[in-house]
């Protein structure tokens, strides 16, 4: 009697895993917002704009953005009808949430990863255009590049700053480019390509609240894997460390190196 006992919890565990595995995502329906929801499966002409058109629609896109980006999509070929949403949300109402925001206390940048966690692996998207439902095959959202040059250049300018020990055992600098850094997690440039840190000035005109360990945020985000044979994704790092202000302190006399941050691939 044991036995089956045993047997038959071992069958409920499997369906059960066989359930949650295949259950189907809930639905959300979006408006295509033409400031926010950009899509050439909608307007099909944005390549074919001049680089000025480009710049005022960016411009026009940022007054009604309270973020530092847009959405971009691009449907699966498939124009659905039929469907009734209970409801139609706000996609910009929706984005502009805190929760979607980058870490800190100012950025209005949203963390693309954790809109995928949150919304696109979650749901199932449909964007309402009159009575058609179009679902996203690519969805992203898009930071703004600078507009212009120079002192009137529209850039992001609200970011916050991370401040990391210069730890010279897993920063590692070389003769031949002083000014770069290059983290010891990181890749072989030659074949997968690195991430790195570029030195931009010096300053004394900072005041770290508090200063973090390079090697245990490196180690303890989601683009390091100790488990693989590269551990650490190079490219996404730099990305993600493109939306701060980033300080490197070895000393507070002799200053603090801002940085920038890239990947570089030979």
């Keep these: 009697m044991k036995k089956h006992m045993v047997f038959a919890f071992v069958l409920l565990c499997i369906a059960g895993n066989i359930n949650a595995q295949g ?15 950009i899509s050439p499966t909608i307007t099909p002409n944005l390549e ?4 000025s058109e480009t710049q005022e629609a960016l411009k026009e896109q940022m007054k009604h953005t309270q973020t530092n ?3 971009y999509f691009v449907g ?12 139609v949300l706000s996609i910009k109402d929706y984005i502009e949430n805190r929760k979607f925001y980058l870490d800190g206390k100012y950025n ?32 992203e959202y898009n ?6 040059k120079g002192e009137s250049a529209i850039v992001n300018k609200v970011k916050d700053t991370l401040f990391f020990k210069l730890d010279n055992k897993y920063i590692k600098s ?5 000014d770069h850094f290059y983290l010891a997690d990181g890749g072989n440039i030659a074949t997968s390509g690195s991430f790195f840190f570029r030195k ?41 460390f493109n939306n701060y202000v980033i300080y490197l302190v070895s000393d507070k006399k002799t200053g603090y190196v801002q940085v920038e941050s890239g990947f570089v691939i030979e």
């Design 174 to 178: 070389y003769p031949q480019s002083p």
């Design 48 to 51: 074919n704009r001049a680089y």
């Design 108 to 139: 209005r940048i949203i963390d693309k990863w954790k809109l995928k966690d949150s919304l696109t692996n979650k749901y199932k998207i449909y964007f309402v255009h009159g009575d058609e439902f179009i679902a996203p095959r690519h969805l």
């Design 69 to 71: 980006g847009y959405l």
């Design 23 to 37: 259950k189907a995502k809930d639905t959300l329906f979006f408006n295509v917002d033409p400031y926010y929801s």
């Design 200 to 240: 931009v000035q010096l300053s004394n005109n900072v005041k770290p609240e508090k200063i973090l360990s390079i090697e245990n945020f490196v180690q303890s985000s989601r683009f390091y894997n100790k488990d693989k044979t590269q551990k650490l994704n190079d490219y996404e790092l730099a990305e993600y």
């Design 76 to 87: 699966d070929g498939y124009l659905t009808k039929n469907l009734k949403p209970k409801k």
């Design 143 to 148: 930071s703004y590049y600078p507009i212009g």
